[in-house]
């Protein structure tokens, strides 16, 4: 991570992106270094500006928030991406999380985690407001085959692979994983990478999504 994390702002409300700025412009390392109205807005302006991070609003015109993540971290070198809505339907959160957001975040969450989330973010570990993580735990698979699609995905995996699959769904930290499962942080890194390229995944919380559709935590 460098030494400054390169922070843009997308949100449709001018008024929040200014608020946003005064509150996290200099606070732990952060720079904010660009805004966009729209998600049509930020992929421009993420060329313009190569942000590190990103804090994406859900209900913008034009393109929403999902289809701005969709796209941008469909991109090569793409930043991370925090959802930071004030709608947190199960919906909203387990397609964010699908389009490769690395956090979801409400407006009401306080600055000084707002902060704290974007320092995390930008060193690959995701973050959820609290209560995101327990719903995601605990909501029904609707979607036909689910269980069964992920089982057999994880399937894949070798023995330690599926181990720190299970460690990464549960919320631990490369170094909380490597103190569990008695490695270095270093061969943590090494599996988890591994495993979003065995099931052709974009991050850690997409990770933490399928060992929950396969009723693993």
């Known amino acids: 991570m460098a030494d400054v994390i390169r922070l843009l702002l997308v949100d449709d409300d ?72 004030t709608f947190d339907t199960d919906e909203n959160i387990v397609h964010a999380l699908r389009a490769g957001a690395a956090g979801f975040l409400l407006k009401d969450t306080p600055p000084a985690l707002i902060a704290d989330a974007v320092t995390r973010v930008a060193t690959g570990d995701p973050v959820l407001s609290p209560g995101v993580m327990r719903r995601l735990m605990d909501r029904t698979v609707t979607q036909t085959g689910a269980y069964d699609r ?35 942080v270093t061969t943590v890194k090494s599996h988890v990478s591994s495993i979003l390229t065995k099931l052709g995944l974009d991050n850690r919380t997409q990770i933490a999504l399928l060992a929950h559709d396969a009723d693993l935590v």
């Open 150 to 184: 992920a089982r057999t995905a994880l399937a894949a995996l070798t023995p330690r692979e599926h181990d720190v699959a299970l460690a990464v769904a549960e919320g631990r930290s490369n170094a909380e994983i490597a103190t569990a499962l008695l490695m270095s």
């Open 14 to 85: 001018a008024l929040v992106r200014a608020g946003l700025s005064m509150m996290l412009d200099g606070t732990g390392g952060i720079a904010v270094v660009g805004e966009a109205g729209d998600g049509r807005e930020a992929v421009t302006a993420v060329d313009a500006h190569s942000p590190d991070v990103v804090l994406m609003d859900l209900q913008m015109p034009h393109v929403d928030g999902i289809t701005a993540t969709r796209r941008l971290r469909a991109r090569p070198g793409a930043p991370a991406v925090i959802v930071l809505t």
